[in-house]
Structures are given as structure tokens and as C-alpha cells.
């Protein structure tokens, strides 16, 4: 060996490291999930101020209590709190570019669920527009908010953004 | 200095595996009876810190998700140390020292059952000369009492004592996992798991949680009638290289305890994180612990092994001890790494 390639740095070491991990989503996630496998929309309410967590993990991160008692079942309608237009392909959503991924206000919850709009020109989405889900046939449902492959406009008049300003 | 306490402590049952409920799962209901026993809402404590490990849930930031059980909107200050709880105490009884702080939550969680713990912990070695060869980590623990034994420095009948001693005393800890009355001789007439150690030499995979609240002066005597006032608290780590470190003590043990004066008195009670029984020898050896010290009354990290829970659950069963007057002085270990390599060493008063 040369002395030039003695002081050389070894700069690829090739240690693979596999570990295996067997999850589980917990007690509330799993629920929520599972409903969705129902075509059911879970939430569930704060013990304290009432407020409905959509989706639940079984606590209320702002009060730091547990979240217990029966589920809320929420509507598939919402309003759109707010937006953004994505021009880069995904491969778990099958929207022709350009679309716009949009966070969901449910009637009746408290907090927001993150998906995409279908059937709507990125000209037309804004702040306050009404929607509802559209559902896969029921044959492709898995325990997944997949299960719904985007939100459409309803037509219905906006929210004013007094009822909403609170959820963003 | 300022005088702090510990005043509150709570933990979840250690069970082997936890199928039902995610980490966070784990440590919501720890949380809630902490804070509600104490009669403090998260608004109430200046300072939360925890520990935890994103390996053993094979997620990065993982602990993020631990936040959801303290109740973290409006912001809290908090922290987070990748380390077993104890450390999380000793980084919120630094920022009580420094007055940024008058009360701290502590807590420390892990559900090691989601993977192969003994594989995960080898990514604690040399990554480029030690790791390509996946040294688990009992084998390692195992080099280390073949060292003791061969050496002298302890005999297997020593290690099945403690193991006898402990789980024997955790039969009246309701957390506790493995516990009952075993016989020294039956035990060594059990074949070796990874010799020289034998099943009853290692302690338990544990999922688990536990959480402690301190605070300042006056602020911890309203809170406890007899407050656990940390007196000394220090931890000493040793280099990663195995071959440098004498296995055969534990100086960084040794170190930690001198600094924390845990020799200044008689000490009454100790709880001691030993993860195998010859580490257990070690410890105990290097805090100089006498023949009238009451070692593990929970039963100690043979009896239940929450990783990076063990060692913050040693100082709170410590600290019960002296709330219930039957302790007034005690000691607290906790080890993090292979083969002992960081111990953390606190003594807790009445007075």
C-alpha cells in the first residue's frame, strides 16, 4: 500500500442495521381507525371545555387529561379553514395535478382534518367553501382515512369566518 | 444552593407487553393521577422534562407524542433528554438551581416490546469497529460477569442472592413484574442463558412509565408533609471503548456517590438499577453500602426494567420511603449505557 493511500480516510463502512418493530396504534387511534373501516367519522370530547378531538389519541393535549366516554360521530361535511395548491405528484393520491390539499373543519369537531379536494379548479378553492367527502367504493375500504379519496364542494353558501376563525 | 425536593411520584404497572395501548397510552393515565395527587394543574409547574428513547420506538421524535399526555397548549417549557428519566431529574433540578423554575414534572417511558431490545441496544457500541459484529447486549453483560467471576471479585452464588433478595421483596410492589420467593440452590442448578449469566441473573423487558414532580423550599414543604430534599446528586460517565474501562468496579459509581456525600451518613434505605444481577454487586460495592442498609425494597430493576424509566423509579421508591418515615436517609442509583458505563447516584433526606 502506498503512503498516499494509508492516509486516505475510509469513508464507506457498510454496517446494515435492521431492526423490526411491532406497533400498535393504541386504544384510541385503533378506534378512530376502525371506524373509518366502517365508513364512520369518531371523535371525541374534551372532559373538560367539551371540544371535539377529530381524530382522538385518547388525551387532550391541551388540558392533559384523558379522554374517555362514548365517541361523537361526526358528519362527512365541513368547511375548508384553509389551503394550499400542490403541484408535485404523490403517489397515494390519485388527483391530476395541479390540486389543492385543503384542511377540513367537520361539522361538529373542534379540530381539523388534513386532505385533498377533488372535482374543483384550483381557481375556485378558498377559505370558507363547504364540502363533503367522497367515499371509495366500499369494497377498497381498509381502517384508513384513505377511505375517503377526496372532499368535494357542496354549493352550499360559505361559512362566514367568525364560525370558524377559532379552528385554525 | 437551593433546597429541592421530591414530592410526588407515580408509576404505570410494569408489564412484559403492552399490545393495547401506544406509548403515550402508557403514560396518560401517569400523568393525570401525578398531577391530580399533587393538586397541580399543568399551568402549576414551570418546567417539564422527560426521557426517553426514539430507538426503542423506532421513530424519530417519538417523544413529541408524550407531550399530549402533560397538556402542552397554551406552550409549557419543557425538555427532553434521550437518556433514561433520572437525567431528565437531574436537567430539571439544574433549572430549579438556576431560579428559572420553582416546580418540575419529570417523567421517563418506553415500550422496548415493539422491538428486539437486546439488538437495539447494541447500536449503543463503537458504530465502525463494534457494531458490524451486532454484540447484543446481554452478551456484552455477560463478558462483564465472566470478568467478575474469573477475577474473583464475585461468585455466582452472590449473584443468585440478589436475585432471591429482590425478587423476593418485590412481591409486595404492585408494579412490579417479576417477583416471588426463589431458592438460591434451585436457581444455580438452572442451566446458563448466555453464559455465565442464567435467566434469573438478567432482569425483565419491561414496558413501563413513571413520573415525579419536585420542587423548591417552600413550594415542596405546601406540597408533602415530609418532602424527600435531594442532598446530593451527580452523574459520571466512562468511555465507550470496553476494553479501557475496568468492568470488574464502578468508578464512575464510586465518583458520582463521593460527590453526591453519599458516605456522610448512615444510609437507611437504597435503591439500586442493576439490569443484571454481578452489575447490581458492583453498584452496591461502589456506594459502599453497609450490612444494615435496606437494598431494593421495591425489588429493584430485577423485579420490573422499564427502560428509561428504571432509574427515575428508584429515586421515587427512594423517596417513598422517606415520605412514609421509614427511611430518613436514602440512596438512589441509576445506570444508562452498556456494562454500567454512566451511573447517576442521589441521596434523598427528611430533613
Known amino acids: 500500500m502506498s503512503e ?6 475510509v469513508e464507506v463502512l457498510r454496517t446494515p442495521v435492521v431492526l423490526d418493530y411491532t406497533y400498535s396504534a393504541g386504544q384510541s387511534s385503533s378506534r378512530h381507525l376502525r371506524a373509518f373501516g366502517k365508513g364512520k367519522l369518531l371523535g371525541q370530547r374534551c372532559p373538560v371545555d367539551g371540544r ?85 367504493p366500499e369494497e377498497e375500504w381498509d381502517d384508513s382515512v384513505a377511505n375517503i379519496r377526496y372532499f368535494r364542494p357542496t354549493g352550499e353558501p360559505d361559512t362566514p369566518f367568525d364560525q370558524y376563525k377559532e379552528h385554525i | 444552593m437551593r433546597d429541592v425536593a421530591v414530592v410526588a411520584f407515580t408509576q404505570a404497572k410494569s408489564v412484559r407487553a403492552e399490545r393495547d395501548l401506544n406509548e403515550t397510552e402508557i403514560l396518560i393515565p401517569v400523568i393525570h393521577d401525578i398531577k391530580r395527587g399533587a393538586g397541580l394543574e399543568t399551568k402549576d409547574i414551570d418546567f417539564v422534562c422527560s426521557g426517553s428513547s426514539d430507538y426503542l420506538a423506532g421513530q424519530s421524535f417519538a417523544f413529541v407524542s408524550g407531550l399530549d399526555a402533560i397538556g402542552a397548549w397554551p406552550p409549557v417549557s419543557e425538555s427532553h433528554v434521550e437518556m433514561d428519566g433520572a437525567w431528565a431529574l437531574y436537567e430539571a433540578w439544574v433549572k ?17 416490546s415493539m422491538g428486539d431490545l437486546s439488538r437495539t441496544l447494541a447500536l449503543q457500541l ?69 453464559s455465565p449469566l442464567r435467566r434469573h441473573d438478567c432482569s425483565p423487558i419491561s414496558d413501563g412509565a413513571s413520573a415525579m414532580i419536585i420542587a423548591a423550599g417552600d413550594r415542596a414543604r405546601d406540597l408533602a408533609e415530609r418532602p424527600a430534599w ?21 468508578r464512575s459509581t464510586q465518583i458520582a456517590a463521593d460527590r453526591a456525600a453519599v458516605g456522610k451518613d448512615k444510609i437507611d434505605v437504597a435503591e439500586v438499577c442493576g439490569p443484571f444481577t454481578h452489575q447490581s454487586i458492583l453498584v452496591e460495592r461502589a456506594l459502599g453500602l453497609g450490612e444494615s442498609v435496606d ?57
Open chain 2, 126 to 194: 463503537d458504530p465502525y469497529c463494534v457494531v458490524p459484529l451486532w454484540p447484543d447486549a446481554v452478551s456484552v453483560a455477560a463478558l462483564q460477569a465472566r470478568l467478575c467471576l474469573e477475577g474473583g471479585v464475585l461468585s455466582e452464588r452472590e449473584m443468585a442472592e440478589v436475585a432471591v433478595r429482590d425478587r423476593g421483596k418485590g412481591k409486595s410492589n404492585p408494579y412490579a413484574q417479576v417477583t416471588g420467593d426463589f431458592d438460591v440452590d434451585a436457581l444455580l442448578a438452572e442451566p446458563t442463558f448466555v
Open chain 2, 96 to 112: 430549579i438551581q438556576t431560579g428559572h423554575a420553582d416546580t418540575a414534572l419529570v417523567y421517563g417511558f418506553g415500550k422496548p
Open chain 1, 52 to 136: 371535539v378531538y377529530f381524530p382522538s389519541r385518547g388525551s387532550c393535549p391541551q388540558h392533559g387529561v384523558p379522554i374517555e366516554g362514548e365517541p361523537v360521530e361526526l358528519p362527512d361535511r365541513g368547511t375548508i379553514v384553509t389551503y394550499s395548491v400542490n403541484r408535485v405528484p404523490s403517489e397515494n393520491i390519485d388527483l391530476e395535478l395541479p390540486y389543492a390539499a385543503i384542511q377540513v373543519l367537520l361539522d361538529g369537531a373542534d379540530t381539523i382534518l388534513f386532505h385533498v379536494l377533488g372535482e374543483s379548479s384550483i381557481d375556485d378553492v378558498h377559505m370558507g367553501m363547504r364540502v363533503e367527502a367522497v367515499w371509495k
Open chain 2, 295 to 351: 437494598v431494593n425494597p421495591s425489588g429493584g430493576a430485577l423485579s420490573a426494567h422499564p427502560l428509561m424509566a428504571a432509574g427515575l423509579t428508584r429515586i421515587g421508591e427512594a423517596s417513598k420511603r422517606i415520605w412514609d418515615g421509614s427511611a430518613d436517609r436514602a440512596v438512589a442509583h441509576a445506570t444508562s449505557g452498556p456494562c454500567l458505563q454512566q451511573n447517576l447516584v442521589c441521596v434523598l433526606e427528611g430533613a
Open chain 1, 4 to 9: 498516499s493511500e494509508e492516509r486516505k480516510p
Open chain 2, 230 to 250: 435531594i442532598r446530593g446528586l451527580e452523574h459520571i460517565v466512562e468511555p465507550q471503548d470496553l476494553g479501557i474501562r475496568d468492568l470488574t468496579t464502578s
